[in-house]
């Protein structure tokens, strides 16, 4: 992953980001004391054609109110990512709090208010795990991506197979 420009993220976000001693990784600070972490993370796991997990953490668990700002820090930080890297981006809700469905379906919000929505690829998706929980995944990455449609048929395979009851 080509690393990204700070000066960019931040003429564009309404937070300031900065980097954390984490590679990859970047945080900032609400006006309300939330502290947001937001990185990327190698994924090899279900896509094989340089593939990113995208990590969006609430370090201190404090309640995060409705607030445009945070999406507009997160998606200035997503598009740089994307300014930098023709890569491909995998986001999994976190499950420990029953709110993965909630995560979601903020996050296919916010990409679609995003004013550059149509130069990218976004697939979501569900998973059930052997437990029953009920997993939400969505696959972003550049339409000019040369891997396109292969990392689209892997990614809906993944899904497939992930989604099989064992016999």
């Known amino acids: 992953m080509k690393p990204l420009s700070l000066e960019c993220i931040n003429k564009r976000s309404p937070?300031?980001?900065?980097q954390t001693s984490n590679t990859g990784f970047y945080q900032f600070f609400t006006e309300t004391g939330v502290h947001y972490s937001v990185g990327f993370m190698k994924e090899d796991l279900l896509l094989t054609k340089d593939s990113y997990q995208l990590i969006i953490a609430n370090v201190n668990n404090h309640k995060s109110p409705r607030d445009k700002r945070v999406r507009d820090t997160i998606v200035a930080i997503i598009d740089e990512f994307f300014n930098q890297n023709n890569s491909t981006l995998l986001y999994i809700?976190?499950?420990?709090?029953?709110k993965q469905q909630m995560r979601s379906r903020l996050f296919e919000y916010w990409f679609?208010?995003?004013?550059?929505?149509?130069?990218?690829?976004?697939?979501s998706?569900?998973?059930?795990?052997?437990?029953?929980?009920?997993?939400?995944?969505?696959?972003?990455l550049r339409n000019?991506?040369?891997?396109?449609?292969?990392?689209?048929?892997?990614?809906?395979?993944?899904?497939?197979?992930l989604n099989q009851k064992p016999t």
């Open 15 to 18: 937070y300031t980001v900065e």
């Open 112 to 123: 679609s208010t995003y004013q550059y929505k149509t130069f990218f690829t976004m697939i």
């Open 125 to 140: 998706s569900t998973v059930m795990d052997i437990d029953g929980t009920i997993n939400f995944a969505t696959l972003i």
């Open 144 to 161: 000019d991506n040369p891997f396109l449609s292969e990392i689209i048929t892997e990614f809906t395979e993944s899904i497939q197979l």
């Open 93 to 98: 809700c976190d499950t420990g709090d029953n």
